[in-house]
Nanobody, 122 residues
Framework: QAQLVESGGGLVQAGGSLRLSCAAS????????MGWFRQAPGKEREFVAG????????NYEESVKGRFTISRDNAKNTVLLQMNSLRFEDTANYYC???????????????WGQGTRVTVSS
């Protein structure tokens, strides 16, 4: 199975910024949508942001619109999530994902990353 390796998580104060990066081990994954999910303690994993395979389309979970920006570089097999104006409620483990229909109720996930922790202090 193709590997996704995330980086960029950490501890930040509310209002601050972080940038998450996800590198895919196989170029073949570039034909899929890429995106980010998150899971807070005691909650289910939820969709955060997604980007189509050519980068032409993006979509976001409502609470992060205007604060988070997703982008991808297929030449480098990477997807980035720039997170600005972070809030306490953004605290979660963030997971990179590759697949289809990422924002749908039943996404088809080809591969998951191992997760990176984001902690926002209030």
């Amino acid at each position: 199975q193709a590997q996704l390796v995330e980086s960029g998580g950490g501890l930040v104060q509310a209002g601050g910024s972080l940038r998450l990066s996800c590198a895919a081990s196989e170029r073949s994954l570039s034909v899929f949508s890429m995106g980010w999910f998150r899971q807070a303690p005691g909650k289910e994993r939820e969709f955060v942001a997604g980007i189509s395979w050519r980068g032409a389309y993006t979509n976001y979970e409502e609470s992060v619109k205007g604060r988070f920006t997703i982008s991808r570089d297929n030449a480098k097999n990477t997807v980035l999530l720039q997170m600005n104006s972070l809030r306490f409620e953004d605290t979660a483990n963030y997971y990179c994902a590759v697949g289809l229909g990422l924002s749908s109720v039943h996404p088809t996930i080809v591969s998951w990353g191992q997760g990176t922790r984001v902690t926002v202090s209030s």
